[in-house]
């Protein structure tokens, strides 16, 4: 207000152009704000996104323990289901009295049997207890994927946004020293130098958030893959969605590990059914061979000798029931889980599939836009069909649609790290 209130003062004395031409731009407000990180332009070093990924799995503790935890599972289930270890037993004995002397000896070999369905349940167990942990495993690193993924889409976006800013603010310095001249010369009045003016400190503005953002991005991406801050990105282009909805969904019951824990509980219920039906059946407890040696009247004899467990007092009916139940149980929670992936995808889906969509369109039209506004520029300085700051307008126009390029890129990719999380997979194979 100040400001408009000064040149309206200046204009009614005649000392306008003069005023303006003696005041000098408020440049502090850029210069402490042009400390973006420096990137080095060589293509050869620029590292892809696959790159980062790798070195953010590399670099993370928290997956080296569940991993450790996956390995001691992957052992434990090793060691289960196993038949018990015999046991050998050896005795003797010695008696004497006044009617008989007596010694003997005993070495024997004493085998436990598990119940009938012991041992596959054990083993059903300690698969189901690997399928725990390597859910929590892969749904981290997967989790930890798309959160990469979206660290180096910022920093992609910001170093783009960095760009475009500064190339804005360069050409707006360049306008007001333009519209400046043209004051003089009494081809522009005092609006155009005032709003010209209040766009240079809207600008100035963008370029210091975007550089704040740019620096927040790449120290963010650093601290999880121990890259240099300044290391260059080889952007990547967008891949396309799956051909429908339907493929998406096999694809990610095919690939989402929750699928597989489910079958895995799932089995191990119906086994657990299995083993409590099976105790009503009568079954050897232990089986026993012994070799016996009567010193005293020197006999030798072996002796086999064996138990068996009778069902008669507890048929086990509550247990029966209680996995019955826990079997109808996980049946629910297979359907729940699959329904669970649907409706996950089914949100990424559609979402990246309308984002490409509009990524698509807004392409194709923008660079014809920016084409034929290059064309209108090189045609203005050979025929000189526009006045110079009308020239700049039109550059500041190219910006702001590559900005706005920048902006739907870098959604597009933040849903394709939703859609791959989704459907648990690295990579969207390219359709035929």
Same mark, same amino acid.
């Given at each position: 207000?100040?400001?408009?209130?000064?040149?309206?003062?200046?204009?009614? %004395?005649?000392?306008?152009?003069?005023?303006? $031409?003696?005041?000098?731009?408020?440049?502090?407000?850029?210069?402490?704000?042009?400390?973006?990180?420096?990137?080095?332009?060589?293509?050869?070093?620029?590292?892809?996104?696959?790159?980062?990924?790798?070195?953010?799995?590399?670099?993370?503790?928290?997956?080296?323990?569940?991993?450790?935890?996956?390995?001691?599972? #992957?052992?434990?289930?090793?060691?289960?289901?196993? /038949?018990?270890?015999?046991?050998?037993?050896?005795?003797?004995?010695?008696?004497?009295?006044?009617?008989?002397? $007596?010694? !003997?000896?005993?070495?024997?070999?004493?085998?436990?049997?598990?119940?009938?369905?012991?041992?596959?349940?054990?083993?059903?167990?300690?698969? =189901?207890?690997?399928?725990?942990? +390597?859910? !929590? +495993?892969?749904?981290?690193?997967?989790?930890?994927?798309?959160?990469?993924?979206?660290?180096?889409?910022?920093?992609?976006?910001?170093?783009?946004?960095?760009? *475009?800013? *500064?190339?804005?603010?360069?050409?707006?310095?360049?306008?007001?020293?333009?519209?400046?001249?043209?004051?003089? =010369?009494?081809?522009?009045?005092?609006?155009?130098?005032?709003?010209?003016? &209040?766009?240079?400190?809207?600008?100035?503005?963008?370029?210091?958030?975007?550089?704040?953002?740019?620096?927040?991005?790449?120290?963010?991406?650093?601290?999880?893959?121990?890259? %240099?801050?300044?290391?260059?990105?080889?952007?990547?282009?967008?891949?396309?969605?799956?051909?429908?909805?339907?493929?998406?969904?096999?694809? %990610?019951?095919?690939?989402?590990?929750?699928?597989?824990?489910?079958?895995?509980?799932?089995?191990?219920?119906?086994?657990?059914?299995?083993?409590?039906?099976?105790?009503?059946?009568?079954?050897?407890?232990? /089986?026993?061979?012994?070799?016996?040696?009567?010193? &005293?009247?020197?006999?030798?004899?072996?002796?086999?000798?064996?138990?068996?467990?009778?069902?008669?007092?507890?048929?086990?009916?509550?247990?029966?029931?209680?996995?019955?139940?826990?079997?109808?149980?996980?049946?629910?929670?297979?359907?729940?889980?699959?329904?669970?992936?649907?409706?996950?995808?089914?949100?990424?889906?559609?979402?990246?599939?309308? $984002?490409?969509?509009?990524?698509?369109?807004?392409?194709?039209?923008?660079?014809?836009?920016?084409?034929?506004?290059?064309?209108?520029?090189?045609?203005?300085?050979?025929?000189?069909? /526009?006045?110079?700051?009308?020239?700049? #307008?039109? #550059?500041? &126009?190219?910006?702001?649609?590559?900005?706005?390029?920048?902006?739907?890129?870098?959604? $597009?990719?933040?849903? /394709?790290?939703?859609?791959?999380?989704?459907?648990?997979?690295?990579?969207?194979?390219?359709?035929?």
């Amino acid at each position: 207000m100040f400001l408009r209130i000064q040149a309206a003062c200046l204009l009614l %004395a005649g000392q306008l152009p003069a005023a303006i $031409l003696a005041q000098n731009p408020d440049s502090s407000l850029t210069r402490k704000a042009d400390e973006s990180i420096v990137v080095l332009g060589d293509s050869s070093r620029a590292v892809s996104e696959d790159s980062v990924i790798a070195l953010a799995l590399g670099h993370s503790r928290r997956l080296q323990s569940l991993s450790a935890n996956v390995d001691i599972a #992957e052992r434990e289930l090793a060691s289960s289901g196993s /038949l018990p270890n015999p046991e050998l037993r050896m005795g003797h004995r010695f008696m004497r009295n006044n009617y008989v002397d $007596l010694e !003997e000896s005993r070495i024997g070999l004493r085998i436990r049997f598990p119940e009938l369905g012991e041992t596959a349940e054990e083993k059903e167990r300690a698969r =189901t207890d690997l399928w725990e942990r +390597k859910v !929590e +495993k892969i749904r981290y690193q997967q989790d930890l994927t798309a959160r990469v993924r979206r660290d180096f889409a910022d920093v992609i976006a910001a170093d783009r946004m960095v760009e *475009k800013a *500064k190339r804005k603010v360069d050409l707006l310095d360049r306008r007001i020293g333009m519209i400046e001249h043209l004051i003089q =010369t009494g081809d522009r009045s005092v609006v155009y130098y005032m709003k010209a003016k &209040t766009m240079r400190a809207q600008a100035r503005n963008d370029y210091s958030r975007a550089v704040q953002k740019q620096g927040s991005a790449r120290r963010q991406l650093a601290v999880r893959t121990d890259l %240099a801050i300044d290391t260059p990105l080889a952007d990547s282009p967008m891949p396309e969605p799956p051909n429908d909805l339907d493929q998406a969904v096999r694809i %990610a019951n095919l690939n989402r590990p929750e699928t597989e824990l489910v079958r895995q509980q799932m089995e191990l219920a119906v086994k657990q059914r299995n083993l409590e039906r099976l105790r009503l059946l009568p079954w050897i407890n232990y /089986l026993q061979f012994s070799y016996n040696e009567d010193r &005293t009247r020197a006999r030798y004899w072996g002796e086999v000798s064996a138990g068996i467990d009778i069902p008669l007092f507890n048929w086990n009916i509550g247990n029966i029931r209680a996995t019955n139940l826990a079997v109808r149980k996980r049946e629910a929670r297979v359907e729940g889980v699959l329904e669970m992936i649907e409706e996950e995808v089914q949100s990424a889906y559609s979402l990246y599939r309308d $984002l490409w969509l509009d990524w698509m369109n807004f392409k194709v039209s923008s660079e014809m836009d920016i084409r034929e506004s290059q064309n209108v520029i090189s045609r203005s300085s050979v025929y000189g069909t /526009l006045r110079s700051d009308e020239v700049l #307008e039109l #550059e500041m &126009t190219i910006i702001e649609t590559q900005q706005l390029q920048v902006e739907k890129k870098y959604d $597009l990719a933040c849903a /394709l790290s939703e859609l791959l999380y989704a459907m648990g997979v690295e990579k969207l194979q390219t359709p035929q």
